[in-house]
């Protein structure tokens, strides 16, 4: 008992060494695989028991010793506590004898100072061997910093080289290019020398030429003399032709319009329209001989019943009548002379009129083929190629398109693109020089037949039409196609400025007859007046009357430039050959007749005029 104070003491001893065990670190994580040394049992003696520091100071002895032996390489055994059995070879003592144990224990303690002792001083020798291998670390630093300066230097010389490298490789290269450059210069010189003495040759005999072509020459110019003496006639030759070609035109233009004049600048033609199953009907009669006269025959019953039925004629005649068989290109020749008046300066106006159904839109627009186009879009062409052939005459044209719609009494523009419900309001006004314009509405300048087609198109579908007794769409408005002609000769300092107007009226009838009511009573309402109005205008122009009432409709009031002065007006009295439609036809041709003026057949002068 008296031996555990020394126990302790060295185990602080031991223990003091432990700051080195850092240096040992390897050498312990390889002894991690073997076992941990076992802890001797704690001994106790009655009831007290051994102090803490005495039982736990020889584990840090034991694990430095264990750290030492592992480093060397050495196996150790685990102590095994003695339990006073053979275990292993070794005699276990008997719990009662615990000076044996001590003496067991203070061999172990022995031991594993020695070990101690061993370790410091290995640990010793390894902290010599670390500070001599910084030490030459950072010799090795310092050398591997000079090695690395001396390789930036080889690299930038070695980029250096490879500069003068380059510059090298190019020198060859220009070196070659000039060498080849100097064989071909040398190629083409012996060459030039070779072209220069054919060259030699040649000059001697280009000189003995020249001679020849001098003499040459002074003849030439002697004839270019005499040339230029005839270019400078045919010059003036030609001038006085083209003054007499324009002398020529504006004596054709005299002359044009005289004929118009004597066929009277107010005309009236009346077409046919054929019937359904083809034919003519028994009321119409056309003279074969005559095709300016047209009769309309209807049988009458007796009132007394003692006499046969008679039949009353009624003779009409106008400038020209269109049977059934008549084909649009037959109807446009009889007025492609007063198209070529609008190109010479006149205003004129082509409108058509009749009941719904008579064929007035297909009079003036026709189908889409060629040989059943209409008025218009045949007049148009013609405008566009008399105005090429006057181009070469020295004439420059401008042509703007118009379409507007005159709608109870209401002007709408049918080539609008708008919304709706933003279209403007349009008047009628005239200008300082007496042109008759409307306000907001589209003019299209066009410069081809295909433009002005493609303006007539647009029209069509936003013209008015509502479904009546007579045709499931009738054109409820009057539909008014103007196109402003300006032409002028720089050369000869003349202009001429002049409207064509196509009208395509809305179909007229009577109330009974068309079963108007509602909207459709008041459409035709508007309709037949306007129709009566114009009527009225133009028998007033026929005789030459000091008053014309243009303003008591929006229609005479917009075609006022067309009707009156030097105008041409030309107007289709369409009829449909149904016999139902006696009446209507008896009124269309009595209205026509009024125009003309000549008297209405079986009726007085104010009948004709009356439509409702």
Request: glycine share 6%; proline share 3%; charged share 25%.
């Amino acid at each position: 008992m008296s031996r555990l104070p020394v126990m302790s003491s060295k185990r602080v001893l031991a223990c003091s060494s432990a700051e080195n065990a850092q240096d040992l670190a390897p050498a312990q994580k390889r002894l991690r695989k073997d076992a941990d040394p076992v802890k001797p049992a704690a001994t106790v003696i009655g009831t007290k028991r051994p102090a803490l520091a005495a039982t736990r100071a020889p584990l840090c002895v034991i694990k430095q010793s264990v750290a030492s032996a592992a480093a060397k390489g050495g196996n150790m055994k685990q102590p095994v506590a003695s339990t006073g059995t053979k275990t292993g070879g070794t005699q276990k003592r008997n719990p009662w004898d615990l000076k044996g144990k001590v003496s067991d224990m203070e061999d172990k303690v022995r031991n594993y100072q020695m070990k101690v002792k061993t370790l410091n001083q290995e640990n010793e020798v390894l902290q010599d061997s670390v500070s001599q291998s910084q030490r030459k670390m950072v010799q090795v630093e310092k050398e591997l910093q000079i090695q690395r300066s001396q390789i930036g230097e080889y690299e930038r010389k070695l980029q250096v080289l490879a500069g003068v490298q380059d510059e090298l490789e190019k020198v060859l290269s220009d070196k070659n290019f000039l060498q080849k450059e100097l064989t071909n210069l040398e190629g083409k010189y012996k060459v030039m020398e070779t072209l220069r003495d054919s060259q030699e040759t040649e000059l001697q005999t280009l000189k003995m030429k020249l001679s020849v072509q001098e003499s040459t020459l002074a003849r030439v110019q002697a004839n270019l003399r005499d040339s230029e003496e005839e270019v400078r006639s045919l010059k003036e030759t030609v001038a006085q032709q083209k003054d007499e070609i324009y002398a020529g035109e504006m004596e054709r233009r005299r002359l044009h319009n005289t004929i118009q004049e004597l066929k009277g600048n107010i005309r009236v033609f009346c077409r046919v329209r054929p019937l359904v199953g083809g034919g003519l009907p028994k009321h119409i009669q056309l003279a074969t001989s005559d095709n300016k006269a047209i009769t309309l025959a209807k049988t009458e019953e007796s009132h007394t019943g003692k006499t046969a039925d008679t039949q009353k004629n009624y003779n009409f005649s106008f400038d020209r009548v269109f049977g059934p068989r008549t084909s649009q290109q037959e109807v446009f020749e009889e007025i492609s002379l007063l198209v070529q008046s609008a190109l010479d300066g006149y205003n004129v106006c082509c409108f058509a009129y009749g009941q719904t159904g008579s064929g007035k839109t297909y009079t003036m627009e026709g189908d889409e083929f060629d040989e059943t186009r209409g008025v218009i879009p045949r007049a148009v062409q013609q405008i566009f190629k008399a105005a090429g052939k006057l181009g070469e005459q020295g004439w420059e044209f401008t042509f703007t398109a118009s379409f507007v719609e005159i709608y109870n009494e209401t002007l709408r523009d049918l080539l609008y693109t708008g919304k709706s419900s933003k279209r403007p309001e349009h008047e009628i006004r005239k200008t300082a020089s007496n042109e008759v314009t409307i306000t907001n509405l589209t003019y299209e300048r066009v410069i081809n037949e295909d433009q002005v087609l493609g303006l007539i198109a647009l029209a069509n579908q936003n013209r008015s039409t509502a479904q009546t007794a007579q045709n499931d769409r009738s054109s409820r408005s009057h539909s008014v196609f103007q196109l402003d002609i300006e032409g002028v000769n720089a050369g000869r300092d003349v202009k001429c400025k002049s409207t064509l107007c196509l009208v395509d009226l809305a179909g007229s009838e009577r109330m009974v007859k068309s079963q108007s009511q509602g909207d459709r009573f008041k459409e035709m309402t508007a309709i037949n007046g306007s129709l009566s109005n114009l009527g009225i205008v133009i028998a007033a122009l026929a005789n030459k009357e000091s008053y014309v009432p243009y303003r008591n409709s929006k229609l005479t009031y917009l075609l006022q430039g067309c009707l009156g002065g030097n105008s041409k007006t030309l107007m289709f009295v369409n009829i449909a050959p149904e016999p139902d439609s006696f009446g209507e036809t008896l009124n269309s041709l009595r209205f026509a007749s009024k125009v003309t003026g000549t008297p209405c057949p079986g009726g007085d002068s104010h009948s004709c005029l009356l439509l409702v």
